[in-house]
T-cell receptor
Framework: DTGVSQDPRHKITKRGQNVTFRCDPI?????LYWYRQTLGQGPEFLTY????????KSRLLSDRFSAERPKGSFSTLEIQRTEQGDSAMYLC????????????FGPGTRLTVT | DAKTTQPPSMDCAEGRAANLPCNHS???????VYWYRQIHSQGPQYIIH???NNETNEMASLIITEDRKSSTLILPHATLRDTAVYYC?????????????FGTGTRLQVFP
């Protein structure tokens, strides 16, 4: 257990539905990241927060995806109008400091879109 | 960030040293080499990182060649719990974000 928690661990939804995932980082960490991982591939960066500010978004993050981190604590990732191609593991990570060499990953949320 | 090349898979007998190579021939002088691993159904886990000197911690050793174009992660006494996908990542010390860019890694299978 790294101290980063994600909820839910598994989500099955029908195409076209909206889903929301939650990430609780290690409490003193001011940086929070979302990654997506499909079968057989390494994780791909989606977006990054420093405190409550979203500082970078990947081109992978289409307009159906939105992430928030109110008050710089937990974060949510919402996917609207899900598509089968959204089926993946969604990973959250947190880190601290101006240059952190270690990101602590949560266990991930596995999304299956049917 | 520089691109890395790793073998897709390797085997290692339990108790033996596992030596995982990584090629990063286009690495720049200010880029670090990081290793993470991902055990099945878990998030990635940081192992070790280095710039130019060899590094050792309680998990592994990192050997970086003098020209910095390749490195080797060494697990000195592999156990079954070391079975995982190992990712070699090269990245510069960040100014803003320090996102990780993963490749497909090396799948290490430790057998009894």
């Amino acid at each position: 257990d790294t101290g980063v928690s994600q909820d839910p661990r598994h989500k099955i939804t029908k195409r076209g539905q909206n889903v929301t995932f939650r990430c609780d980082p290690i409490s003193e960490h001011n940086r929070l990241y979302w990654y997506r991982q499909t079968l057989g591939q390494g994780p791909e960066f989606l977006t990054y927060f420093q405190n409550e500010a979203q500082l970078e978004k990947s081109r992978l993050l289409s307009d159906r995806f939105s992430a928030e981190r109110p008050k710089g604590s937990f974060s949510t990732l919402e996917i609207q109008r899900t598509e089968q191609g959204d089926s993946a593991m969604y990973l959250c990570a947190s880190s601290s400091g101006t240059f952190s060499y270690e990101q602590y990953f949560g266990p991930g949320t596995r999304l299956t879109v049917t | 960030d520089a691109k890395t090349t790793q073998p897709p898979s390797m085997d290692c007998a339990e108790g033996r040293a596992a030596n995982l190579p990584c090629n990063h021939s286009t690495i720049s002088g200010n880029e670090y080499v990081y290793w993470y691993r991902q055990i099945h159904s878990q998030g990635p886990q940081y192992i070790i990182h280095g710039l130019k000197n060899n590094e050792t911690n309680e998990m592994a050793s990192l050997i970086i060649t003098e020209d910095r174009k390749s490195s080797t992660l060494i697990l000195p006494h592999a156990t079954l719990r070391d079975t995982a996908v190992y990712y070699c990542i090269v990245r510069v010390a960040p100014l803003n974000t320090d996102k990780l860019i993963f490749g497909t890694g090396t799948r290490l299978q430790v057998f009894p």
